[in-house]
């Protein structure tokens, strides 16, 4: 069986605040340690009403000082959108703060929509320089050369472990050639979750942070006593799938009885497709889901998105969903 892992948004929900959303992830954090999950991961997105987790790494010092065990890291940081440097010495404090428990995954989108990135001011060429810049960055986190003027502090020497995080065959092919573990988002775009991972096998080089292919994939699972309260459930994932194409930023909404009359047919058609790897259900349903990925993905470990609106739900359905692969073939 896998390992499994947890991504986290930070959601903010109608009725609710920020604050309740960084809160609840750290406490999601600190039982789902309890419960064998092996990471806890942050996305950076920007610019987004319902997602709480902008300052990526200030949320992965909230939720690592509440835990004790369990690997905290960005899922990911969009590198295009920092300078190397910056980025090395807030991971080398976090794991000076954190030792051996920092992980560091890395993207090249920007996490957001344009008007955005210029907010951010983003060069919109800079995603063309994302190989060197994860290469500049694993030197700041290397030791130090000699004559070398300048180093991060924290940071140099602290070899925080680098992923390289994607939904296409461009991330695949960098994970492969710098020997680093690689991570699919099946989670919103499962299109070439086959290729990819063929491509990051086939090619992959090893490195000194690792000496063989590692995949994780990122899958959609709801568990929930029944396959009807789980598909339920669901439906606050996909009414905030469908605010996506109508360009609406609003905060997670409560489950409805009929998201057919929430969404237009095309609205799910597109939600579908992003969400086609997803698993909704009873344990048997859940179960039979993840065993079908597993098979198919071979994957090294399954990061888990839980995405609802009651946190309690949530809780639930991660302690159902870890106590469902603990009973699946080694």
Do not use: C
Not at 135 to 147: D, I, K, N, S
Not at 193 to 206: G, N, T, V
Not at 287 to 302: K, M, P, S, V
């Amino acid at each position: 069986m896998p390992r499994l892992s947890i991504l986290e948004l930070g959601r903010v929900r109608e009725g609710g605040d920020i604050r309740t959303a960084l809160d609840e992830a750290r406490e999601l954090a600190r039982q789902a340690e309890d419960w064998g999950y092996e990471r806890f991961w942050i996305a950076e997105h920007h610019n987004m009403p319902s997602v709480s987790t902008a300052a990526t790494s200030l949320v992965i010092a909230h939720v690592a000082a509440g835990s004790t065990r369990i690997r905290v890291g960005a899922g990911g940081i969009m590198l295009p959108n920092h300078a190397p440097y910056v980025i090395a010495e807030q991971f080398g404090t976090l794991a000076t703060l954190f030792p051996g428990r920092i992980d560091l995954g890395l993207g090249r989108a920007p996490g957001t929509d344009q008007v955005t990135v210029r907010a951010l001011r983003r060069d919109p060429a800079s995603g063309d320089r994302f190989p060197q810049d994860v290469l500049e960055l694993q030197a700041w986190l290397g030791p130090t050369r000699p004559g070398q003027r300048v180093e991060a502090v924290p940071g140099a020497g602290t070899d925080v472990p680098l992923w390289i995080l994607g939904s296409s065959l461009f991330g695949a092919q960098l994970a492969a050639e710098l020997g680093l573990p690689y991570g699919f988002a099946s989670h919103f775009a499962p299109q070439m979750l086959d290729q990819a991972l063929a491509i990051y096998r086939s090619r992959f080089q090893p490195s000194a942070q690792l000496d063989r292919p590692y995949a994780l994939v990122g899958v959609n699972v709801i568990a929930a006593p029944t396959d009807e309260e789980a598909k339920f459930l669901a439906t606050s994932q996909q009414m905030s799938f469908a605010g996506i194409f109508r360009g609406a930023r609003e905060l997670t909404k409560p489950p409805v009885d009929d998201i057919e009359r929430y969404w237009t047919p095309q609205e799910k058609a597109q939600a579908s497709q992003m969400l086609a790897h997803s698993i909704y259900g009873s344990p048997d349903t859940v179960r039979e889901g993840l065993r079908a990925l597993i098979d198919r993905t071979q994957a090294d470990e399954l990061m888990i998105v839980s995405d609802m609106y009651d946190f309690g739900h949530r809780l639930r359905s991660f302690r159902m969903i870890s106590d469902i692969a603990a009973g699946l073939p080694a």
